[in-house]
Every structure is written in C-alpha cells, then in structure tokens.
C-alpha cells in the first residue's frame, strides 16, 4: 500500500528566505509520480511541481523545486525566496504508474506561514 | 479560459436528505476524480471515472454515487445513507502531456449537514 508522511505540522518562515518542507513515501512499485499542491485559505487546490520517479533530474519550477531522493524515499519541497502570498497548505502526493488504477495519495499537510 | 467548476461553492442539507454536487470541465480531459478532505486531513478518494460512462470506487464510496454521461460533466451525488457528509468536497481531472503528470483541480464546495 501507498504511503505518504508529511511530519511537520507547522512551519514558520521569514520573507525572502527558503524553506524546506519535508515529505517521504513508502511504495514498492518502481513507476510512480511525485506531486505538491498549495492549498491556501479558498479551498482550492494549486498544482505546484511533479517528480517521476525515473526523472533523474529534480523539478523545479520557478520559486519551487522537489528535492528527490529517491534511495530515503523522500521527496521535500523547497521554496527560495519566500513571499507573504506563500502562506498556505501544503500537500505532498504520489500516484503509482504502474497499474490500471493509478491512485493518488496526499499526505496530510503542512500549514506554512510566512512572517513579515 | 479553461477550467474546472463546482457548483454551488456552499450547500446546507437536512439529514436524511440526497444532495448533488456539479463539477463541470472544458479541459477536455478524460479522467476526473471526486476527493473529501475534512479539518486536518489530507484528501480521500470517493469515485474516479477514466472515461465516459465508466467509473469506479474510490476509498470511501460509501453513501456516494456517481455519474459520467459525457466528458465534461462529473456529479457527485451525497446520499442519505452517509453517515457523515459534512465536508470539503474537490473534483479534479488529469492530464498527462510531455511525461508531466497534472491534476487540475476545482475550487470545491463546502457541504454542511444541519
């Protein structure tokens, strides 16, 4: 079965500095996606970054990059340059590729704020 | 511009009362999903459908039904045999392009049960 741990429940950041927030997975197949969503205050669910697990380059995208390794299993965001509207959920998420099903299981967050 | 829609953003409902909830696409993708995250939790699937006219059990179908006549529309109907139907509800589709793996998600509606 698929798992995602996401260990810090909150985070604290000052603008205009990084932040990492952690996520590490558990599955035993070897085709499958990694994915953060942002989750502010509205509800809506904002797609971040995506990792496949054979992509041997980490993603980044703009502010965002996935910091994959995938021999520990984990899959940490990072976000440089942290601004007031970063305030959000954080969700971590993983789809197994590798069946007809192709489920996808979130984490149960990170509640990220960022200080002045 | 393209996107996916739920509708209504707030629903109050009776007990012992169906309601259905409307998500709508113009993404023309063919895969959709319906989720329920509730306080502190992280999201759970309900029902998926990877084409018209088929759909399948999530993790927590129970007291849900679905239905996906045509490509763009995906209703989730609550019925009164859940138990608990007070939450968050997100409807999502997937696209897969250029080895990039998406899932679009709607802006949700929020169900209470009075």
Known sequence: ?116 | DGGITQSPKYLFRKEGQNVTLSCEQNLNHDAMYWYRQDPGQGLRLIYYSQIVNDFQKGDIAEGYSVSREKKESFPLTVTSAQKNPTAFYLCASRRLAGGVDTQYFGPGTRLTVL
């Open chain 1, 1 to 116: 079965a698929q798992k995602i741990t996401q260990t810090q429940p909150g985070m604290f950041v000052q603008e205009k500095e990084a932040v990492t927030l952690d996520c590490t997975y558990d599955t035993s197949d070897q085709s499958y996606g990694l994915f953060w969503y942002k989750q502010p205050s509205s509800g809506e669910m904002i797609f971040l970054i995506y990792q496949g697990s054979y992509d041997e380059q980490n993603a980044t995208e703009g502010r965002y990059s996935l910091n994959f390794q995938k021999a520990r299993k984990s899959a940490n965001l990072v976000i440089s340059a942290s601004q007031l509207g970063d305030s959000a959920m954080y969700f971590c998420a993983m789809r197994d590729l590798s069946g007809g099903y192709q489920k996808v299981t979130f984490g149960i967050g990170t509640k990220l704020q960022v200080i002045p």
